[in-house]
């Protein structure tokens, strides 16, 4: 996204922030990643503490090396804590195994990535069936079903059976973000997912995760970019390995004023 992108007029700017639920979907206490490097100790994260509510948009932030990533990774379940606790939607993380983990990664995480992930040569609908491959409850029918309205719910039923090949790259994210939903996970975690696009289909992938915060979704949208910040409910900025900072959005702006404020695309 451009970092000179159109402000809309002071009426057009904000955006409905919901109340926050009680439920904590999310939990780190005093989570710590120490790597050993050769002789030396990494310490890459150095004891962070918060909450991520029901129905929360949260950007984290963070400059290479802040700790963003190895956050990311505890988040996801891809790792775990040196030291301290996180709790996945009241479940603790820490002493699971890898197996355990992917179990409860595969129903709890919806995840959306900056390179989209997609399989090749796979339809659109497969490519969102993948998650509900590994849960029993699903027949090869409900897959199915579930994943149309999952891309329906994104603006894509006329895509169901084109191929990665055949879409561009707002399209493949927005079937990354149906696979992210289809399983109705407790978060979606966005890894730089508009990292890959212009900045006028980073806007409409903006304009989507708002209509998800709005009913209901729980997100966390990790980042670089200081700009998504003001489309979120709360940013979460990290330096060093610590919070440095963690605060509430009053004034959201709204992804689609800002999108319909843009200039139209034009080919080179």
């Known amino acids: 996204m451009s970092s000179n992108t159109p402000q809309q007029p002071a009426a057009q700017q904000q955006s409905t922030a919901r109340v926050k639920s009680d439920k904590v979907v999310i939990e780190l206490k005093d989570v710590r990643r120490n790597f050993i490097v050769g002789e030396e100790t990494v310490h890459a994260l150095r004891g962070i503490n918060f909450k991520i509510f029901e129905g929360e948009f949260v950007t984290i932030m963070g400059t290479s090396g802040s700790g963003k990533s190895t956050l990311l990774n505890q988040l996801g379940c891809l790792d775990t804590p040196t030291s301290g606790e996180y709790y996945l939607d009241g ?57 149309i309205e999952a891309l329906k719910a994104v603006g894509l039923g006329d895509r169901l059976e084109h191929k990665s090949n055949q879409m561009s790259g707002g399209q493949m994210q927005r079937v990354a973000i149906a696979r992210a939903l289809v399983n ?73 004023d800002a999108l319909a404020a843009l200039p139209a695309p034009q080919d080179d």
């Open 184 to 256: 109705n996970p407790a978060v979606i975690l966005a890894d730089e997912a508009t990292g890959n696009l212009d900045t006028h289909t980073s806007f409409e992938m903006l304009v989507l995760f708002q209509r998800l915060y709005e009913k209901g979704h729980t997100i966390i949208f990790v980042t670089h970019n200081p700009e998504i910040a003001q489309y979120s409910s709360r940013n979460i900025m990290l330096r060093d390995g610590k919070i440095r900072e963690d605060t509430p959005n009053p004034n959201i702006l709204s992804a689609a």
């Open 91 to 147: 479940t603790p993380v820490r002493k699971m195994s890898k197996s355990q983990r992917a179990k409860l990664r595969n129903r709890k995480i919806g995840f959306v990535f900056q390179s989209y992930n997609l399989l090749p040569k796979t339809t659109a609908v497969e490519n969102v069936e993948l998650p509900l491959m590994y849960n029993s409850k699903f027949t090869a029918a409900k897959r199915r079903e579930a994943a």
